[in-house]
């Protein structure tokens, strides 16, 4: 058998219940941490930032599961509505990280997201995923139909937002953050149809 029918095959066999809960477990290991001084003399800071990342991290392997199974045959779609979701929950936990233990001032979190372009573009790309996160289920896919999978495509304003949010909310130059970037951009590309296809269509 080949790697990856055999891959195929042995994913299938993977329930996703567990992985739902894997998934909600780092971020109370996180909050021990920053109890425990784990996570520096900025906490909370540190806190947001892994949060962050972690939500971001999802969004880029959620968009990888069309590319991989088109151009190598891996199919992880029965995974999507995991990742999706778990992405979602990890931008919302670094939301509620930064209005609830950094910002705390109402009229201040206002204000931050109107002045601030990182908070606004951050802001802009939680918003997108609202709708994505109410609908990732079987009702609306059938209620939909059709309509589900554009506004699904939100996805990729989405997570290119938060990869411009990251680079903006870092101080001097980093590659990771751009290297998050690139990657979105090519993850992007490799869901374009072949150009000779859209040539004869």
């Not at 080949?2 to 329930?15: E, F, G, H, K, M």
């Given at each position: 058998?080949?790697?990856?029918a055999?891959?195929?095959s042995?994913?299938?066999?993977v ?7 894997l ?10 941490q920053?109890l425990?001084?784990?996570?520096g003399?900025?906490?909370i800071?540190?806190l ?12 880029v392997?959620g968009?990888a599961?069309t590319?991989?199974r088109?151009h190598?045959?891996l199919?992880?779609?029965r ?7 778990a992405?979602?929950y ?6 509620l990280?930064?209005l ?5 001032i ?7 997201i ?12 939680f ?14 896919i059938?209620r939909l ?7 699904h495509?939100l996805?990729?304003a989405?997570?290119?937002l ?16 751009l290297?998050?970037?690139?990657t979105?951009v090519?993850l ?7 150009l ?6």
């Amino acid at each position: 058998m080949q790697p990856i029918a055999w891959a195929n095959s042995t994913l299938r066999l993977v329930p996703t219940w567990p992985l739902y809960i894997l998934c909600a477990l780092p971020p109370v290991w996180f909050v021990y941490q920053g109890l425990t001084g784990g996570l520096g003399v900025e906490p909370i800071k540190a806190l947001e930032a892994r949060l962050g990342e972690l939500a971001l991290q999802f969004l880029v392997a959620g968009l990888a599961i069309t590319p991989l199974r088109r151009h190598i045959g891996l199919n992880l779609l029965r995974f999507r509505r995991l990742i999706g979701l778990a992405a979602f929950y990890y931008v919302s936990a670094h939301l509620l990280v930064w209005l609830v233990l950094d910002v705390q001032i109402v009229s201040q979190i206002w204000a931050d997201i109107v002045k601030r372009p990182y908070v606004t573009v951050g802001m802009a790309a939680f918003l997108l995923l609202i709708p994505l996160a109410i609908t990732s289920n079987t009702w609306s896919i059938r209620r939909l139909g059709q309509k589900w999978r554009r506004l699904h495509k939100l996805v990729y304003a989405a997570t290119l937002l938060g990869a411009v949010h990251f680079i903006m909310l870092v101080k001097g130059f980093q590659i990771e953050p751009l290297l998050y970037l690139g990657t979105i951009v090519l993850l992007l590309a490799l869901r374009l149809p072949p150009l000779r296809r859209r040539q004869m269509a």
